[in-house]
């Protein structure tokens, strides 16, 4: 394109997302789809403005390239900007990829522009407590967590002596000394729920608030479908102890949590938590803040294209 022209879509990639096998994610986006103009996040938070900047700038197409949590920043720019009818494409090129599980990506990236594709997507939005007391808002594609899974989370993102460590050693074993290290010392939290304006209190290791059915890089709590249009699907893990939690831990990961006593799900359209104790919440795989936390279905939809 000559200088100053503008291509029909903006690629935003996080070159730190995943491993790409081969030809290394530009090539591909030089080679497939040679009209997208190309930006690259450099830190956390980057794909935000980026996603921003993209719908201000006036493309057509915005396309998030890295793992789930790529798209769920460049979503929020978007999103803020007031971008509900930009087209929302993403290339799953990062560890987890949950959003496009189960989905059939395309096998040119070219394929992206085609509207064929696209689909209306609902988007989840939370408001939580910031760690100076301030709420604070976000909106997520894929999931939330309140619980044993954020506080492992927490713990993982942890700048601790140890932790730099064991991260450049490895991921998965820093993720396993954290989950070790929480469920050594896990006891279930009493929280007040609410549940589409129903009030309970409860004594649970988890609350999940998905979008998508799995989470994780392909785990689930037993179901495989998402919620239907327009709800949320609010999942709780009660009743367990740590012995309990353990079993159930090895459940999900084997694919065979289905009909466990200890997974309650439910779908509604709001959820609402809070506990005397603040517990960590974790959206769409990044520690935002902390309860009181609210989640809902966001009044607009996106249009998606994977």
């Not at 080679?31 to 057509?60: M, N």
């Not at 789930?68 to 090129?93: F, H, M, Q």
């Not at 990236?109 to 997507?121: P, Y």
């Amino acid at each position: 394109m000559a200088a100053g022209e503008r291509g029909p879509a903006v690629c935003i990639v996080n070159p730190a997302s995943g491993v790409q096998r081969g030809r290394t994610i530009e090539q591909r986006i030089a080679t497939e789809l040679p009209e997208a103009d190309c930006w690259f996040t450099r830190h956390p938070g980057h794909g935000i403005a980026l996603g921003r900047q993209a719908v201000e700038d006036g493309y057509g197409t915005v396309v998030a390239v890295g793992g789930d949590g790529t798209l769920s920043e460049v979503a929020n720019g978007v999103l803020v900007a007031g971008g509900e009818k930009v087209r929302l494409a993403y290339v799953p090129a990062g560890t987890c990829n949950d959003f496009a599980r189960g989905l059939r990506p395309v096998a040119d990236l070219g394929g992206l522009l085609d509207r064929a594709r696209d689909r209306e997507t609902d988007v989840g939005e939370v408001t939580f407590t910031r760690p100076d007391g301030t709420r604070g808002h976000r909106y997520f594609l894929v999931s939330c967590t309140v619980g044993l899974i954020s506080v492992i989370g927490q713990r993982f993102t942890e700048k601790t002596p140890a932790n730099r460590v064991l991260k450049r050693l490895n991921l998965q074993l820093a993720e396993t000394a954290s989950s070790i290290r929480t469920l050594a010392r896990w006891r279930p939290v009493a929280v007040r729920l609410e549940l589409d304006g129903e009030p309970s209190h409860q004594i649970i290791t988890n609350l999940a608030v998905l979008k998508v059915p799995y989470f994780a890089g392909g785990l689930t709590f037993g179901r495989a479908e998402p919620p239907r249009a327009g709800y949320l699907d609010a999942v709780r893990v009660a009743g367990v102890g740590r012995a309990g939690v353990a079993g159930l831990m090895w459940r999900v990961f084997r694919g065979a949590a289905a009909g466990h006593p200890a997974i309650h799900r439910q779908e509604v359209r709001t959820v609402r938590v809070d506990a005397d104790s603040p517990l960590p919440v974790e959206v769409d795989g990044e520690i935002v803040g902390r309860t009181p936390a609210e989640f809902s279905i966001h009044q607009s939809r996106l249009t998606t294209v994977v």
